[in-house]
């Protein structure tokens, strides 16, 4: 994509000079929001106030790999160490910038600086390119002012905003900005090379997180879609050229990031053989009806039919377990205290109720622009790239329903159609000669952009939906506290105290371990990332089980010393399975005799306690 583009209207119809292009206007939107945040957020950046457990281990992750572990090796061996440590599913694609940067400025400022100025800037870099893309990528839909106002529709997109605010440094601001780019190239016209570069930015996103495999089968389905039924020559060229590049991509980048093992290992909750083997067999078939090239629609839809066969059947042949989806082989236990708590991964319905509107009004709001603008195109290429936009959000939006954070993305392809129903509101609102109505008018076309929108819809439903005023009277009450150690208890004090400890393996509740990994030199017993599922099962029968079995547990994974947060929601619901557990042992004070309290300053409710020896 290239940034030359002639003078034009500005979103609200002014002229804009040829200097302010769409992706100057996008970093220069981006850059002021980035500038707002970091200030903002200055007080949670010198004391690295993660908000992420992802996040902590992500840097974790960065760490060892700086002190010298294997490119092609991402086992974080402070984890389970009685296991030998947890092979991760993440990608080095993701630990590469964040190691490049620290290890550019750490001659000049230190570890500790290096990370901080890395983790408060590296997020917002990434947005730029995202804000880019997004000015860029779609540029070439009916409306031309979209290029210029769909950077400040990004910068009111909470769901998307949250993925690049300043120490946010996990993965899924990339599934969002590789997602656009997969987009930026579906919506170009039809041609070899845009199929190739889609499919290989598609690989990236699956190297990045398999959970991209819904939008890769996305943008290849509308590609087949569209020389099923019209045979053209240039879809068939975008085609061949997204399954190839898809194919592969997702080799050299799998190799690239995990080496050998990599192409042979049968993970189904990353990419590796069994996906590798599905998109192989897929873009073979594809090449093969490709070349036979029907002149009927019918046969071209059944050999493209018999292609994603191949592609299931491969998947299957290489790896029947991963037919089940990543999270089947999860003991029953860590499915119930662990996975089903994590709303992020669970369907929109099971969201909170202020989630779901927040979710539902963009969504709604950009598929109706999208609509809109599709049915006023006057060209059938006009057409062709609303009908696009309006497949990826219906599609996105699908699996949003399923999976609550994929919500990023679906929001991503609804950014047009909200930006184009504001412009229009906004120009029919300028030529309203009264004021109260002009006045109204402009306050509906803000109503399109995400955050307000969902806000006002919010404030409205509040008052007739009592699950809404509920949450709202949580949420300030929650904020009155002013606790926000409550989640883990690691305030200065305690983490001080905890350092002093030699380094030990440490049982805690699931979600204080990637922080203690990230804080501290001790081993964890377990963290929140599914790979450990057995660890995990242990540490939640330790705590929340026959409390007659927990001395074996604890001594099974060589735990020298139990810690935990007394407010921490996990362990709330530890202490509360069974009464006699040994979580509500130590909430009450009367902790089983093969432990001993070990005294700590903190008063934010963490507690320690020392595994005495058999």
Known sequence: MTDAAPPASGPGGFRLGAWITPARAALIVWGLMSLIAIAANWQAIGALDLSDTDDAMRMAQVRDLLAGQNWWDPTQYRVNPAGGGVLMHWSR???????????????????????????????????????????????????????YAVPLFLIMSGYILVQFRPLRVDH?????FLAMLVMAQALRPASWAAGLLGGLFAAALLAVSIEGMPVAALFAALAALRWALHGRSDDRARLCGYMGGLAAGAMLFQFVTRGPAGLVGTWCDSLSAPYIAALVAAAAAVFAAARANPRGAALRFLLLGLAALAAAGALVWTEPQCAAGPFATLDPVVAEFWYRRVLEGQPLWRAKAHDMVHVLVPLLVGLAGSLLA???????????????????????????????????????????????????????????????????????????????????????????VPALRAEEQRAAAKAAEGNRHSDY??????????????????????????????????????????RNSQAMADTIRAFAGDPDRAEALVRRQQAAFIVFCRTANDFTRYRRARKDSLGAQLYAGTPPPWLEAVPIGSRAGLSVWRVKAE
């Open 93 to 147: 694609i993701v630990d590469a910038p964040l190691a490049a940067g620290i290890l550019l400025l750490k001659p000049l400022a230190g570890q500790a600086v290096a990370e901080r100025v890395v983790m408060a800037t590296w997020p917002a870099l990434l947005g730029a390119a995202l804000s880019v893309a997004c000015a860029l990528g779609y540029r070439n839909l009916s409306d031309r002012r979209i290029a």
């Open 489 to 530: 208890c690691l305030d200065p004090a305690a983490l001080a105290d905890l350092r002093r400890l030699s380094p030990a393996t440490l049982l805690t509740p699931i979600d204080l371990g990637a922080p203690l990994v990230f804080w501290t030199e001790h081993r964890l017993v377990a963290t929140p990332h599914h």
């Open 172 to 176: 899924h601001g990339w599934q969002i």
């Open 374 to 464: 599709w049915r006023g195109a006057e060209s059938a290429a006009d057409r062709r790239n609303w009908a696009t936009v309006i497949a990826a959000l219906v599609g996105a939006a699908a699996v949003a329903f399923v999976v609550f954070r994929s919500a990023s993305t679906a929001h991503l392809f609804a950014l047009p159609g909200c930006a184009w129903l504001g412009l229009r509101i906004w120009t029919w609102a300028r030529t309203i000669p009264a004021m109260l109505p002009r006045i109204l008018a402009s306050a509906a076309a803000a109503l399109t952009l995400p955050l307000l929108g969902g806000m006002a819809a919010a404030a409205l439903l509040s008052l007739v």
